[in-house]
């Protein structure tokens, strides 16, 4: 009963450290290698992507929850994000839920906002990398739960036939 | 010269300000990302990092070479539609 009640610990640990930072659970786990190259392959494309997109825009559940989702799957970055979206600059990010609201606010404070928008095709890059990156970390915490478990990465585990079986 | 191709407003602050790509950089964004995909794909099979390399090359060529296909396949189609219309 408790090999597997530590294997379920070591799953939890890893999955959560991975869904964290990407990598983490991996780096937990002994697999520092391949932690890193998790890390690098994960963290590019989410950083590239705010960077190219901007926070206000880009990390923005009121005005993009599908993106939004996507994104959630890296975690502790999204999350950092989000609170620094709503603590950085003077543009509300619950504001651009309406498409209109530039539209709506006095000359001067638009010409401000629009410092923090982008528009196509930067807006359209840095969603595809940021959502890609998202959708990556999930497949790195399936990996991490995979050789928690196992120690085998998630799609090495070869399917015995079914006569082999004990 | 770098400024001109990437005019950037003076106080500008990664991450809360936008960058502005250059002109015609959008479709060469497709490779970093791919190459990033292709790494995590084969790291999930990879019992250790020294398996990956020749793998990931493989599975960057194979997805690069796909979504060509696919893009040359779309054009073709969409030539058809303005010749048949």
């Known amino acids: 009963m408790a090999p597997a009640r530590d294997t379920t610990r070591k799953m939890i640990g890893a999955g959560l450290l991975t ?22 392959a994960i963290s ?40 620094v979206n709503q603590l950085a600059g003077d543009l509300d990010p619950r504001n651009l839920a309406d498409p209109k609201y530039l539209s709506k606010v006095s000359p001067q404070q638009r010409a401000e906002f629009l410092k923090y928008m982008s528009y196509y095709p930067e807006s359209d890059v840095s969603q595809i990398y940021l959502a890609t990156a998202g959708l990556l970390n999930i ?6 739960l995979s050789r928690a478990q196992t120690g085998q990465p998630t799609f090495d585990q070869q399917i015995a036939p079914a006569g082999s079986r004990p | 010269m770098t400024h001109e191709i990437w005019p950037q407003p003076m106080g500008w602050i990664p991450f809360l300000h936008p960058v502005k790509l250059p002109p015609g950089a959008r479709l060469w964004t497709f490779f970093p990302l791919i190459l990033c995909v292709a790494v995590v794909y084969r790291a999930t099979r990879s019992r250790s990092v020294r398996d990956m390399p020749r793998a990931t090359a493989a599975t960057f060529a194979y997805i690069c070479v796909g979504m060509i296909a696919i893009a040359a396949a ?11 219309t």
Not at chain 1, 139 to 144: E, K
Request: hydrophobic share 55%.
């Open chain 1, 139 to 144: 497949l790195a915490i399936l990996d991490a």
């Open chain 1, 19 to 40: 869904w964290l930072v990407p990598g983490a659970g991996h780096w937990a786990l002994g697999h520092r290698n391949l932690a890193t190259v998790f890390f690098l």
């Open chain 1, 44 to 83: 590019f494309p989410y950083w590239t992507g705010l960077a190219i997109g901007g926070i206000k825009n880009q990390v923005n559940p009121w005005s993009n929850p599908w993106l939004f989702l996507a994104e959630m799957g890296a975690g502790g970055y999204t999350s950092i994000c989000l609170i």
């Open chain 2, 74 to 84: 779309f054009y073709l189609l969409h030539r058809l539609v303005l010749w048949l």
